[in-house]
């Protein structure tokens, strides 16, 4: 009942107009649309609530989303694992500070959402994330990063469109994150510039996005490329400059590679003969 009641207060609180929350009625909140509950003990543990604000293609469906406040009576969900609210329009909302007292969170998915301002640090006190996606979320920033390091079960960050100008120490932040293996950081204003010598511990790392950041750095030495492990990396649009980079011969788990947009020069490395599994390559200059 407790949790049935903080879901209302949740509905309360969230406009909606297209109505998507119609199901939420009736005595049995776990019967509700987007709400999961434990087979076990029957506590909420997932709120399933994405928008159709990606729907670029279909101008209608595009309007089905949910906006307003995010009601603290969230916090009555104390079992919940799973929260996804992509895709929705909460245009200007900050990124609700108490989401860090929700410590069974396994996944915070608000991507595309439109929030903005500061992400809260609280968020480091959530010692269970695997997963948080805050990409392309609009006008939001951190000016510090330290408070990532202490999820060190993570293993898919996606901060991008974030604006973190101000940070400097990023790359050994997210080395603090043992199990990581999505990491996406595209348009984040971030420089490459002192480490590009750091050898990166991030063993595990498959995928990593850092599109459209350092400005006019080189291209090597750099660190991404002693993560020989890596499957996706795409360093398009950064402006690095100099020689094609040899270091790709030995990236041989590469799948996909794109460096297009950047001021290379030279040869294409004969060693990319190396890389038995990519399929996409891009090199556009
Ligand atoms: C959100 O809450 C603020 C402050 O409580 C209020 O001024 C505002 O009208 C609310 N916005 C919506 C869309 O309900
Ligand atoms: C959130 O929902 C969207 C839309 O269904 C889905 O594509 C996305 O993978 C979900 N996020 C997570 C972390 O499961
Ligand atoms: C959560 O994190 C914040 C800031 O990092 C901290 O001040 C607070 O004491 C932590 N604990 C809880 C339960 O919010
Ligand atoms: C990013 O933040 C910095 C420092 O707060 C600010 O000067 C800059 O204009 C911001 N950039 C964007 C694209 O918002
Ligand atoms: C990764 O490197 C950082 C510093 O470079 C270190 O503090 C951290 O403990 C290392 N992490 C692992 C999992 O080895
Ligand atoms: C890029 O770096 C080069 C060499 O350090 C420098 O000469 C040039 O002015 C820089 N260009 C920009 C746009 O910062
Ligand atoms: C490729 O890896 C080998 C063995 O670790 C190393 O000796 C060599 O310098 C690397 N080549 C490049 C181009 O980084």
Not at 39 to 45: D, G, K
Not at 99 to 111: E, W
Not at 114 to 140: E, H, K, M, V
Not at 141 to 167: F, K, P, R, V
Request: charge should be negative; glycine fraction near 8%; aromatic fraction near 10%.
């Amino acid at each position: 009942a407790d949790e049935r009641s903080a879901l209302v207060d949740f509905k309360v609180s969230i406009s909606d107009p297209a109505n998507l929350l119609s199901s939420w009625k009736g005595g049995d909140c776990c019967k509700w649309k987007g709400v999961h509950c434990s087979s076990r003990n029957n506590h909420v543990v997932k709120l399933d609530l994405p928008g159709h604000g990606c729907d670029y293609n279909d101008v209608d469906m595009m309007m089905q989303v949910l906006g307003g406040n995010i009601s603290s009576s969230l916090l009555g969900l104390q079992h919940l694992q799973y929260l996804n609210l992509s895709c929705n329009e909460f245009y200007g909302v900050q990124i609700p500070e108490f989401l860090g007292s929700l410590h069974k969170l396994r996944s915070i998915d608000l991507s595309r959402s439109t929030f903005s301002g500061r992400i809260p640090p609280q968020l480091g006190n959530l010692s269970n994330l695997r997963c948080l996606n805050l990409g392309w979320a609009d006008y939001t920033y951190s000016m510090d990063i330290t408070w990532l390091a202490q999820l060190t079960s993570l293993e898919q960050l996606d901060l991008s469109g974030t604006n973190l100008s101000t940070i400097v120490q990023w790359l050994p932040v997210v080395s603090m994150l043992p199990s990581l293996k999505v990491l996406r950081l595209s348009d984040c204003n971030l420089r490459a510039s002192s480490y590009s010598l750091q050898i990166s511990n991030l063993t595990s790392l498959e995928t990593l996005d850092l599109s459209y950041n350092f400005y006019n750095t080189s291209i090597t030495p750099n660190w991404f490329w002693g993560l020989t492990g890596l499957k996706y990396l795409d360093i398009s649009w950064n402006g690095l400059y100099g020689q094609f980079p040899d270091e790709i011969g030995n990236m041989t788990s590469m799948v996909m590679f794109d460096l297009q947009m950047n001021n290379l020069v030279g040869m294409i490395s004969s060693n990319l003969q190396n890389l038995c599994s990519l399929e996409k390559f891009y090199a556009r200059g």
